[in-house]
């Protein structure tokens, strides 16, 4: 039996709401915390295969969700393109210098070797599953450019000029980094990953007129190429607004994640039948328990005869309950 996410997504089934959440996998639930307490190497432990399946599976043992999402990051691929990764307590991740050689001259077998745990980590998910999907991801070109070139988030320190300083180089980077992320998400369905996520998660930082060189070509390759495996893909173009409609015609992805800027009716119309993923603004869920119930019903009624997974506008806070997640799901699942 097909499970029910991969459902909604190819069959555009309306009468079942899927439900899973961005970034349920580590960072609010104690379980989690637990793991992370004592393995302190952020790196390390997206490359443990047994502890990343477990930490993928902690969501599930307590929640009915539709589907796991792999437990890694999507900075493994600068680091298996041979940049140093760091995750300081408090900053958030640091990049060392980006050598152009080392990244442009990377042998996919030497990827795939150093990221090889994440792929096992997926096979050994994907035997404790029924029913259920397994989500495998990537970021994005442009993002992970980002990151790379930036060395640290974007939160704290960017500047788009700094960024895109010489045409050529951009090029050849966007262009390695398109074959790379096609071949870690291959892997990872190749490992059992059912559906694949593309997190573009800065790009709202580009302007208009970079959109379609940064964000809609480059993801638009990749998407094609996973979809050739017979995989769907959810892009989350996050923050870039009123463009939603021309990224989802550029690129065309089975399935598209909202961000909470985005109005629920105005978009439906919008998007003529791409099944739609997400909005739910995360800083509601730190709130009382009927402005909760309003906000999910909003979604629920708004996508009532249209293709839609429940899930949130971006990852699930830190602070949030995870009885927070438990009453959520409740209203999804009673829903008439
Ligand atoms: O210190 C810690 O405990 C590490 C916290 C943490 C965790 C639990 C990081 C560091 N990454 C992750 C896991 C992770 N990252 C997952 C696991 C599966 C899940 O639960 O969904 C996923 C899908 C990601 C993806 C990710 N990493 C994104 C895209 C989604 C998004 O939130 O926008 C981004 C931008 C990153 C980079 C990253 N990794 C970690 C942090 C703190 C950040 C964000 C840094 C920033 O704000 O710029």
Known sequence: MEAKLYKCIKDGKTDYTPIWFMRQAGRYLPEFMEIRKKNPDFIKL????????EISLQPIRRFDLDAVIIF??????????GQKVEFK??????LGDLNFNVILNTK????????????????IVKKNLKNKNLIGFAGAPWTLLLYMLNKQSPKNNFDINKIIKSKSL??????????????????????GADVIQIFDSWAGLLP??????????PTSKIVKNIKSLEVPVICFPRGIGDNYSDFC????????????????????EKLHGTPIQGGLDPKILLGPKEEIKKNVEKYLDAFKDYPYIFNLGHGVLP???PETIEYIIQIVRNKK
């Open 89 to 94: 307590k408090g900053i958030g991740p640091i």
């Open 208 to 217: 208009k007129d970079k959109l379609s060189e940064y964000c809609y070509i």
């Open 72 to 81: 890694s990051d999507i900075l493994m691929i600068p680091y298996g393109l």
């Open 108 to 123: 996919t077998k030497d990827f795939i070797e150093k990221l090889s745990p994440i792929y096992k980590a997926i096979t």
């Open 319 to 321: 602070e949030t309950k």
């Open 46 to 53: 997206c490359l443990n295969d047994r502890l990343s399946a």
């Open 249 to 268: 015609s550029a690129v065309k992805p089975s399935c598209i994640s909202i961000d909470y800027e985005i109005d629920p009716k105005q978009i439906k």
């Open 170 to 191: 951009m090029r050849d980077l966007i262009l390695k980094l398109e074959d790379i992320i096609f071949l870690h998400t291959k892997e990872q369905v190749n490992a």
